[in-house]
C-alpha cells in the first residue's frame, strides 16, 4: 500500500506543508522525499499507511480538482462582471439621455418651424389673392418663411431618424444588460465547462479518457 508519497499528496489535494503535517516531517523533508533525494523515514512510513486506510482517502491515479478553481474563479468572474455591467449600464443611460435631449429639442424645434412656416405660407397667399391688405408685412413675413424653411432643413440635415433608431436599439441594450445583471450566471459557458467534466462533486484524473460527447461544444 505504500507508494510514492506525491502521488498520494495529488491524489487526495494535498500541500506539501499538509502532508509534512500529517507525518510529523517538514515541508523540505517532504520535498526531498518526493524528489527522491531521501528516504521515507519509517514514522512518517507508518503515519503514511495510517492515512491511506482513512475513509475517502485515495490511492488512484493523482487527480486536479477542478472545484475549487472553478468556484474562486466564477465567484470573481461574478464580481468583475458586475462591476463592467454596471459600468455599461451608465455609458447606455447616459447616451440615452443624451439622444432623448436631441429629440425633444429638435421636435420642439421642427414644431415651432412648421408652425411659423404655415402661418407666413397662408398669410402670404391671402396678400397675393388681394384678400388681406397686409402688402407692408410682405418682407416680414417672406423673412418668417425663410427662416422657418431653414430651420426644418437643419434640423433634418441633423439626421433625426438616426438618432430614434439608436435610441430604440439602446432601449432594447439597457433591457438585456439589466436582465443579465440579474442573473446569477453571467456566461453559460463556464456552467457548460463545469458541467461536462462534473467539477460540481468530483475530480478530474489525468490520463482518464473523456468523451467526447461530454465536452462542450467549441464551435
Not at 500541500?15 to 514514522?43: F, N
Amino acid at each position: 500500500m505504500i507508494y510514492d508519497l506525491k502521488t498520494f499528496r495529488i491524489a487526495n489535494g494535498l500541500t506539501q506543508q499538509e502532508l509534512a503535517d500529517a507525518l510529523g516531517l517538514k515541508k523540505s523533508a517532504v520535498s526531498m522525499i518526493e524528489s527522491g533525494k531521501r528516504e521515507i523515514p519509517d514514522a512518517a512510513r507508518q503515519k503514511l499507511y495510517q492515512l491511506q486506510q482513512q475513509p475517502g482517502t485515495s490511492n488512484a491515479t493523482p487527480a486536479v480538482r477542478a472545484e475549487p478553481f472553478y468556484k474562486t474563479f466564477k465567484a470573481k468572474h461574478h464580481q468583475e462582471s458586475t462591476e463592467y455591467i454596471k459600468m455599461y449600464i451608465g455609458d447606455l443611460q447616459s447616451e440615452k439621455h443624451r439622444l432623448e435631449k436631441h429629440i425633444k429639442s429638435w421636435t420642439s424645434k421642427f414644431n415651432a418651424a412648421g408652425m411659423v412656416l404655415k402661418e407666413a405660407e397662408i398669410l402670404l397667399t391671402l396678400v397675393e389673392q388681394k384678400k388681406l391688405e397686409y402688402a407692408a408685412a410682405m418682407p416680414g413675413l417672406l423673412t418668417r418663411k425663410h427662416n422657418a424653411e431653414e430651420q426644418l432643413r437643419e434640423i433634418t440635415r441633423q439626421k433625426p431618424e438616426i438618432a430614434l433608431i439608436r435610441l430604440e436599439g439602446i432601449k432594447k441594450e439597457l433591457a438585456a444588460a439589466k436582465a443579465l445583471l440579474a442573473k446569477r450566471q453571467r456566461f453559460p459557458i463556464l456552467d457548460t465547462v463545469s458541467s461536462a467534466f462534473g467539477v460540481a462533486d468530483t475530480t478530474l484524473k489525468i490520463g482518464a479518457p473523456v468523451s467526447r460527447k461530454e465536452l462542450p461544444d467549441a464551435e
